[in-house]
């Protein structure tokens, strides 16, 4: 079973940027779909990018694109979050997770990932 741990989050300037860090999978998934998430106070949980290792495709939220960039590295079993010109709007604690169902496209919905971090916190001053 799984124990996703994200890291990297911490407090930054408007138009900073940050890396977080996923650790925690136990092998290289090559049909699944992994992702971030994230939920600022009073808000519900949204998807931010996710990825699926089956078909190598990615889908990002309408507020991140052309700013975040979600990757992973297959040697270290780890998947990451660029964020780049950070905004006070991206403030919120970020989700890692996991669907290690078969996942043959990315999708946004948190039923579907069966696997939760803690979350780390990012937040963002103007």
């Known amino acids: 079973q799984e124990q996703l741990v994200e890291s990297g989050g911490e407090s930054v300037q408007a138009g900073g940027s940050l890396r977080l860090s996923c650790a925690g999978f136990r092998r290289t998934y090559v049909s699944n779909c992994m992702g971030w998430f994230r939920q600022a106070p009073g808000k519900e949980r949204d998807g931010v990018a996710v990825?699926?290792?089956?078909?190598?495709?990615?889908l990002y939220g309408d507020s991140v694109k052309g700013r975040f960039t979600i990757s992973r590295d297959n040697a270290k079993n780890a998947l990451y979050l660029q964020m780049n010109n950070l905004k006070p709007e991206d403030a919120a604690m970020y989700y890692c997770a996991a669907n290690l169902r078969y996942c043959p496209r990315p999708t946004m919905s948190t039923a579907d990932f069966n696997y939760w971090g803690q979350g780390t916190q990012v937040t963002v001053s103007s």
């Open positions: 990825l699926s290792t089956a078909s190598s495709t990615t």
